[in-house]
């Protein structure tokens, strides 16, 4: 069965550095997601994407985020210049079209120390 | 802007009981309706969604939910529950007319099943 793959389960960065969290979207799907769950809270959206560009994005989505769909395959969520408060866990997301079901990924385990 | 309440933090049930996990949302625009499972270590699993038709709605592993729309619910529920049910449940939104597609939570119900 095909699924979302994310890597990797778990990243621990330091604060102010760098990271990429990176999915493998469900080869036929055209929508792209990200989202994040801080630890006891609830699920929160970030960003949508498709055809190569956001379609939305929260507030939460700010200058230090940003998306990427480098290849046909991958699809990346990259923090600039991570905070303590970014820590949580992320999920990607894929569906292949408007209002269908959305398929999530195991999630990847952000700890900013 | 669209909002989920699910009422109930925790949910703790015997084995074969009857269960029932309450969901109301808020919106100011018609919506899709949306019931997901996250079982340890693992993502979200769509269980069952509600898009249009029947307000009854079956889903996978013996669940079903209503959809009443005079009373803003979407509430889960299973006649019968077993062990490996124990996980937390999300209840979510999405506007049919947005382009993002986004989905708005809840903020999750754990299922603790006792044997």
């Known amino acids: 069965e095909p699924e979302v793959t994310q890597t990797p389960s778990h990243q621990v960065t330091q604060m102010g550095q760098e990271v990429i969290l990176r999915c493998v979207p469900i080869?036929?799907?055209?929508?792209f997601y990200w989202y994040r769950q801080i630890l006891g809270q609830k699920v929160e959206f970030l960003v949508s994407?498709?055809?190569?560009?956001?379609?939305?994005k929260s507030e939460i989505f700010d200058d230090q985020f940003s998306v990427e769909r480098p290849d046909g395959s991958n699809f990346t969520l990259k923090i600039r210049s991570t905070k303590l408060e970014d820590s949580a866990m992320y999920f990607c997301a894929s569906s292949w079209g408007m209002n269908t079901e959305a398929f999530f990924g195991q999630g990847t385990r952000l700890t900013v120390v | 802007a669209q909002s989920v309440t699910q009422l109930d933090s925790q949910v703790p049930v015997f084995e074969e009981a009857p269960v029932e996990l309450r969901c109301n949302y808020s919106s100011s625009v018609s919506v899709y309706l949306f019931w997901y499972v996250q079982y340890p270590n693992q993502g979200l699993q769509l269980l069952l969604k509600?898009?249009?038709?029947?307000?009854l709605v079956k889903g996978i592993n013996g669940f079903e939910a209503e959809f009443n729309k005079s009373q803003t619910s979407f509430h889960l529920r299973k006649p019968s529950v077993h062990i490996s049910d124990t996980a937390e449940y999300f209840c979510a939104v999405s506007d049919p007319n947005n382009a993002g597609n986004m989905l708005t939570f809840g903020g999750g119900t754990r299922l603790m099943v006792k044997p």
């Open positions: 509600y898009l249009s038709g029947s307000t």
């Open positions: 994407f498709y055809n190569n560009e956001i379609s939305e």
């Open positions: 080869s036929n799907h055209l929508y």
